[in-house]
């Protein structure tokens, strides 16, 4: 019996389906990490096994969120539960800076007291192979989180990819290391995968934290939004203002007042701003879109939103 293509992709090829996946690959990781770091005692490879152990803590929880999530708005939560990603993304960034000042620690250490390295050959195989697990993870997870528009996949996207580039350049240390037998370069390469880790954790931090404090969308959203707003404005007679955007997970809402004559009937106007709202959903997936009818003579009474905007 063939399988129904569209059951795999929502079963595996969505948010909570690849974070699925990425709890696999990370538990297949620290093991070979692990060896790896058995075999070489390596401290950058130990530095990128522990952080192998922070992609498997980011992975369960984005998935208890994204889980989360995904569950139907109730009388509690009448807007659903869209933004409990964003906690997921936030405690991402602060497990990888944890990690990464546990691998200064060692390095430091290590740094202070050097230790021969060995088994230099099977080592680095082994962070190869583990290293191209995580980058076609990341690939893939990127591609779906950019199309549904996941703040929780995206996250776990970022950090396999930074993952995968601290890894590259342990390997590269320790083949300094071992080509000019300056063994304090595998410490020195294992600060700099903190460093680049720590800032990676930080950005993730700060990115939860504008979308929970209801961040506008993108310039290229905005611009999107307004090119369809502009098809349906006619001079005087149609005019849009006080366009507000908030992104909330992945959904992204867009208010605004259309303004149109007061002699047009309820129908016409209730028709003209359905045709409206669907062009603006049309144009961007999980768009929302809420519009107000007012007289052409009318404003409303509140104070303009920085964000508005006239059409």
């Not at 005692?41 to 992609?55: K, T």
């Not at 502009?230 to 997970?249: L, P, Y």
Request: glycine share 6%.
């Amino acid at each position: 019996m063939t399988p129904n293509p569209t059951s795999f992709e929502e079963r595996w090829l969505s948010p909570k389906g690849l974070l699925k996946v990425s709890v696999l690959v990370a538990i297949v990781t620290i093991a070979l990490k692990t060896l790896a770091w058995w075999l070489t005692s390596s401290v950058g490879l130990l530095s990128d096994a522990m952080e192998s152990l922070v992609n498997l803590a980011s992975a369960m929880f984005g998935l208890m969120m994204v889980t989360v999530a995904q569950t139907p708005a109730d009388d509690d939560h009448p807007y659903g539960h869209h933004k409990a990603e964003y906690f997921s993304s936030g405690f991402e960034g602060i497990l990888i800076m944890v990690a990464a000042l546990g691998i200064v620690w060692m390095a430091i250490d290590r740094l202070l007291e050097p230790r021969p390295l060995e088994t230099i050959g099977l080592g680095l195989v082994l962070s190869v192979v583990s290293s191209g697990l995580n980058g076609w993870l990341s690939w893939v997870m990127m591609r779906v989180a950019k199309a549904q528009n996941s703040i929780a996949l995206m996250a776990d996207s970022k950090h396999l990819m930074a993952d995968v580039w601290t890894a590259s350049a342990v390997v590269v240390g320790l083949v300094l290391a071992v080509a000019t037998q300056l063994m304090w370069l595998d410490s020195v390469v294992a600060l700099g995968v903190a460093l680049v880790i720590l800032k990676e954790g930080f950005s993730l931090v700060w990115e939860s934290s504008q979308g929970l404090m209801d961040e506008a969308l993108d310039p290229k959203s905005r611009e999107l939004i307004q090119e369809v707003l502009e098809g349906f404005a006619h001079h005087d007679v149609i005019r849009f203002d006080h366009v507000v955007t908030r992104k909330s997970g992945q959904r992204c809402y867009v208010e605004l007042h259309m303004h149109m004559p007061a002699s047009w009937s309820l129908g016409r106007a209730a028709a003209l701003r359905f045709n409206v709202e669907q062009a603006l959903m049309s144009s961007m997936p999980g768009l929302r879109a809420t519009i107000e009818l007012l007289p052409s003579d009318m404003e409303s009474h509140f104070e303009t939103h920085p964000e508005s905007e006239k059409y």
